[in-house]
């Protein structure tokens, strides 16, 4: 039985970590594809890297593998299956949920090595050209 099918996207992104209190760019918002993370520590953006960003640190040259669906709540386990394969390909990744879907973040040079791991357990994939 197959598993889900993940997209990976041909935009480079950074994550970029701010000042709790700081302005987010009005401009970001206008991007076709963005996520803000805020609590009482800290505050992260992760865009795509050609997106200037004032920031206090940037880890940047990651690309997303995206859960293509929507899912629903009820699902378990979809992120743990999909890092746990990861982790046994000693792939670091960044996770980020949304209401739809998971994204997985990977960075640019171990994207083949992931794709080809998540291939060998069962997965789809799709790669954005």
Same mark, same amino acid.
């Given at each position: 039985?197959s /598993? %889900?099918t993940?997209?990976l996207?041909?935009t480079?992104?950074s994550i970029h970590?701010l000042e709790? +209190? *700081?302005? #987010?760019p009005?401009?970001l918002?206008k991007?076709?594809?963005?996520?803000i993370?805020?609590?009482?520590?800290?505050l992260? #953006? !992760?865009c795509?890297s050609h997106?200037?960003?004032?920031?206090?640190d940037?880890e940047?040259?990651? %690309? =997303?593998?995206?859960?293509?669906?929507?899912?629903g709540?009820?699902?378990?386990g979809?992120m *743990?299956n #999909?890092?746990?394969?990861?982790? /046994? =390909? @000693?792939?670091?990744?960044?996770?980020?949920?949304?209401?739809?879907t +998971?994204?997985?973040l990977?960075? /640019?040079?171990? *994207? %083949?090595?992931? #794709?080809t791991a998540l /291939? @060998?357990?069962?997965? @789809?994939? !799709?790669v954005?050209?």
């Amino acid at each position: 039985m197959s /598993k %889900q099918t993940l997209r990976l996207h041909s935009t480079l992104l950074s994550i970029h970590s701010l000042e709790v +209190d *700081a302005d #987010i760019p009005v401009a970001l918002l206008k991007l076709p594809l963005f996520f803000i993370s805020k609590t009482h520590d800290e505050l992260s #953006i !992760v865009c795509p890297s050609h997106f200037a960003i004032e920031c206090l640190d940037t880890e940047p040259d990651w %690309q =997303a593998l995206e859960v293509v669906g929507p899912l629903g709540f009820s699902l378990t386990g979809i992120m *743990a299956n #999909i890092s746990g394969v990861l982790a /046994k =390909a @000693n792939i670091s990744i960044f996770s980020i949920s949304t209401y739809d879907t +998971d994204y997985i973040l990977v960075k /640019k040079h171990t *994207a %083949q090595q992931a #794709i080809t791991a998540l /291939k @060998n357990d069962g997965y @789809n994939l !799709v790669v954005d050209q």
